[in-house]
């Protein structure tokens, strides 16, 4: 498959009818894929890499084609195999990207991991799924070995980097040297690893509870064409960045499959210390990166900076995921750069499902369409589909040959999978409703949702209007028990610096909310805090703030 048949539709309309994907037999990325555009155009460019003290490598698809190979051999040497899992802690190395390929070349399962696992959390993983393998970065080894003990799966350690590794582990370097760059793996059976076989077990982010465990199979990458090759708009010659640590879903989105597919290059800032919005747009102007995409936290962040001041000419299209987008941001981001934010609507257990492609009119605050390829529909709590402007779940209408990329369950738990693949629909926990033009509306998870004096409440939509507020940087909307209304608003704010709790900026943030938005939504508890409770990934833990107000009585 090559990306050069870029469909250019003049309408989202076009594009439902001209949007076909065929999935080749047995297909896996990395060699239908990779090795092979890779045998047509070595030298295509692939990754730019800058790490944190600012060194930038320019690396191709034949150097990312011979060096999987090398390891995926290296590592069939140590025992891993078709079937067996890996959990992989690599900051955003440009190892991390090779490892994955390699494991695609041997039919074993990625388990992506975030830096910031504790040894409990590495632990946890390591036996849900039976992890054979860690490789890590030489610097979270020794928290890696803490696990070690209580983990008897594991029978390979891998550490990448200089320093010397602990005991019993071994060195990435003297893995891929055993390895050649032509290397294809034969299963026993004489197939090759692809198709149906097991590609990656992703862990959800943990907003509303313990991550849950996604597995997604090959065929998984294709539904990302979308992602990149329209969303994110790429055609050769573009260099693409989404911010995402690796061990999250959003970053095979942004960084991988789809942007490749298009023929774009990713971009990658391997950063160690905390995100500072200043130098993600120095970052943005050095490197002339054509197309962004960042969770609405970043923008939030970006629009408070002088943004004007920075050369962004390169940058043609933007675009966010993750959380709903308030849209003083998206209007702020426009008045400063001149370019509108395109959202897109996804989950770890699927690939994009309702997006604004730049072919639409971006209407601020709405998630978009489905997208192609998607059975979208919201249903009610009885299962029958909502009609314009009333809330309903969003669902997935299951069905043979559609939903690319949609997951294969949670794994080892059918019954939790039950609970949301029933009745013939992916059921996404998520409400939102449609206007007439077809474009969706997101209003909560169903947990978050408000039920107040008969009003339903989206959190997004008071969270908007308080960040609107010079006065506040960050807002959770919840609900709390009131005798009267059986749920009253409570907003949990951020303050600007320069702000400090008062009852008059209390008074003065409630009468703003009633004007920006209808009055009865506006929060009658206010809390001021210094953080929000945040999963590792950034997302607001809203389940975490009601839970402690429960303890408090
Ligand atoms: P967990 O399932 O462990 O509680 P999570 O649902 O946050 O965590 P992810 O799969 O990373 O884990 O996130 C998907 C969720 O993020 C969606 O179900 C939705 O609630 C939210 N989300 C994604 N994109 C958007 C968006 N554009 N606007 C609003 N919410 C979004
Ligand atoms: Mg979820």
Redesign the pocket.
């Known amino acids: 498959m090559h990306p050069s048949g870029k469909l250019k539709p003049g309408s989202y309309e076009e594009f439902l009818e001209q949007f076909s994907v065929t999935v080749p037999e047995n297909f896996n990325f990395a060699y239908d894929f990779l090795d092979a555009e890779a045998a047509q155009d070595p030298t295509r460019p692939a990754m730019v890499h800058v790490d944190d003290a600012g060194n930038r490598r320019d690396l191709d698809l034949a150097f990312f084609s011979n060096e999987s190979s090398r390891l995926a051999e290296g590592l069939a040497k140590r025992g891993i195999g078709p079937g067996d899992t890996v959990l992989i802690m690599l900051y955003r190395r440009v190892e991390w990207w090779i490892t994955v390929l390699a494991l695609h070349k041997l039919g074993a399962a990625a388990i992506p991991g975030p830096h910031l696992l504790t040894p409990k959390d590495i632990e946890f993983r390591v036996e849900c799924a039976k992890a054979k393998a860690i490789i890590c970065e030489d610097g979270l080894a020794a928290k890696a070995d803490e696990a070690r003990p209580n983990s008897p799966s594991l029978s390979l350690l891998v550490s990448v980097g200089e320093a010397e590794p602990p005991a019993g582990w071994t060195r990435y370097d003297d893995v891929r040297a055993d390895g050649t760059d032509d290397f294809v793996y034969t299963r026993p059976d004489g197939r090759r690893p692809g198709g149906s076989d097991l590609l990656y077990i992703f862990f959800?982010?943990?907003?509303?509870?313990m991550?849950?465990m996604v597995t997604h199979t090959h065929t998984y990458p294709l539904g990302h064409l979308t992602t990149g090759m329209y969303w994110h708009d790429l055609r050769p010659g573009d260099l693409h960045l989404t911010l995402s640590d690796t061990g999250?879903?959003?970053s095979v989105w942004g960084k991988f499959y789809g942007q490749l597919l298009a023929g774009a290059c990713i971009f990658t800032w391997d950063f160690r210390g905390k995100f500072t919005p200043d130098a993600l747009l120095e970052i943005l102007a050095a490197h002339k990166i054509t197309s962004f995409c960042a969770p609405p936290t970043v923008y939030r962040f970006l629009v408070r900076e002088e943004v004007t001041s920075y050369d962004l000419s390169s940058l043609r299209h933007c675009t966010?995921?993750?959380?709903?987008?308030n849209s003083s941001v998206f209007e702020s981001w426009k008045l400063s750069t001149g370019m509108d934010i395109y959202?897109?609507?996804?989950?770890?257990?699927t690939c994009l499902q309702l997006v604004t492609f730049p072919f639409m009119e971006p209407k601020p605050g709405s998630?978009g369409k489905p997208a192609p390829g998607w059975d979208i529909v919201l249903l009610d709590d009885n299962c029958d589909p909502c009609p314009p402007g009333v809330e309903g779940e969003i669902c997935i209408r299951l069905g043979e040959g559609r939903n690319l990329g949609l997951f294969t369950g949670y794994l080892n738990e059918p019954e939790k999978t039950a609970t949301v693949v029933h009745d013939g629909f992916y059921h996404?926990?998520?409400k939102a409703w449609a206007d007439e033009d077809g474009y969706y509306w997101?209003m909560g998870?169903n947990d978050d949702l408000i039920k107040s004096s008969g009003y339903r409440i989206g959190p997004?939509e008071v969270e908007t209007a308080l960040v609107s507020h010079p006065a506040v940087v960050e807002a959770a909307v919840t609900g709390v028990p009131d005798p009267v209304r059986g749920q009253a608003v409570k907003a949990t704010l951020v303050l600007a610096q320069g702000y400090e709790p008062s009852e008059e900026l209390t008074k003065d943030i409630q009468d703003h909310v009633k004007k920006v938005t209808a009055p009865y939504k506006y929060p009658r508890v206010v809390d001021y805090v210094d953080e929000l409770p945040k999963?590792i990934?950034g997302?607001i833990k809203r389940a975490e703030i009601r839970e402690r107000d429960e303890q408090a009585g």
Do not use: M, N, V
């Not at 966010?320 to 987008?325: P, R, V």
């Not at 959202?343 to 257990?349: F, I, R, S």
């Open positions: 959800t982010s943990g907003t509303t509870g991550p849950k999250w879903g959003k966010t995921a993750g959380e709903l987008l959202e897109g609507y996804g989950q770890t257990e998630i996404t926990g998520d997101f998870r997004f999963t990934s997302k």
